[in-house]
């Protein structure tokens, strides 16, 4: 069946139906979804009666998948599969996590603005997002189109960064909150990388902002110019024109494209259970690991 979409926001976001993800995958459906997403950035898939393993079934369709750690401290049980990156607030016996648990710390911080993993040396293509419980009020996840926020720029703002490259740690974010709990072990395990502040989104040839909360400096500027400059573009670039709110309903799956679209979750009450559950797409023509290591994999 060929996949139907409205647009839910002026600028992006397809709503698609026509598509149950809970049956065999039909023949074009992975172009059919990449095509939708080089256009719309987001794609929605309301009622969606999934698995986790059928999750990661579809996730694959469109190229290799992320292993998760998700900072947990070696011996701490997953409450899932290692290839989820579990974006809940509870544990691995479904309780919810007490709110000075280092679970919720992360969690935190995807209150932030941000890329998923921008600050790994394989970043994202894309993420999936399940939820399989909401709450009645808050927790929505809202996205900022880059390309609209990188064509609304200024002519000077443009080839002011034309050539900059940030650098991005997830210890960058969790500072920006205070979380700085983190193991030598830990900090080694994840080092910064460079990215591009500027990028051409290659399923569009259109230009985005590529910038998060990991981003924490630029090469060649001072630490507080470069921040300044920072939360002035992350200012920018989530400007009301430029940002879908998506409320969520159990069953919804959103799917969208990390190079060009910036997300973060919104406020919910903590002691209520929320299980999201993130399958990541890894973008292998990004990889920036040392050549010895590629080779070796
Ligand atoms: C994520 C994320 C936002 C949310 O899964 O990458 O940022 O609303 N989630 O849980
Ligand atoms: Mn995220």
């Not at 579990?86 to 309780?95: E, Y």
């Not at 990188?150 to 909150?177: G, Q, T």
């Not at 979380?179 to 051409?200: I, K, L, N, S, W």
Request: aromatic residues 8%.
């Amino acid at each position: 069946m060929a996949i139907e979409i409205k647009q839910l926001h002026p600028l992006f976001v397809g709503e698609v139906s026509g598509v149950d993800l809970s049956q065999p995958f039909c023949d074009g459906l992975a172009q059919d979804i990449v095509a939708a997403l080089d256009k719309y950035g987001v794609l929605v898939f309301h009622d969606q009666k999934i698995t986790d393993q059928q999750q990661v079934a579809f996730s694959r369709l469109f190229g290799p998948i992320e292993t998760t750690r998700y900072l947990l401290r070696p011996g701490e049980p997953l409450r899932l599969d290692k290839h989820f990156a579990d974006v809940s607030n509870m544990d691995a016996h479904n309780r919810v996590v007490a709110r000075d648990d280092r679970k919720w710390m992360g969690i935190l911080g995807n209150r932030l603005w941000h890329t998923d993993s921008s600050f790994k040396q394989i970043s994202a293509t894309y993420s999936l997002l399940s939820a399989h419980v909401v709450t009645p009020t808050g927790g929505e996840t809202e996205f900022a189109d880059m390309r609209a926020a990188y064509d609304a720029l200024s002519l000077e703002m443009k080839e002011r960064i034309e050539n900059l490259v940030a650098e991005h740690s997830i210890f960058n974010s969790r500072e920006k909150l205070g979380f700085t709990d983190f193991t030598p072990e830990e900090r080694a395990g994840t080092p910064p990388v460079a990215q591009p502040m500027v990028r051409v989104h290659p399923g569009s040839g259109r230009k985005s902002l590529y910038i998060a909360s990991h981003a924490g400096l630029i090469y060649g500027m001072s630490v507080p110019e470069a921040r300044m400059l920072l939360l002035d573009l992350i200012e920018h670039a989530t400007q009301h024109q430029f940002v879908y709110t998506h409320k969520w309903r159990v069953g919804d799956l959103l799917m969208w494209d990390n190079r060009c679209n910036m997300h973060r979750a919104r406020d919910f009450d903590s002691s209520l259970p929320r299980d999201m559950r993130r399958t990541t797409v890894c973008d292998t023509a990004n990889d920036k690991r040392p050549a010895a290591k590629r080779a070796a994999a």
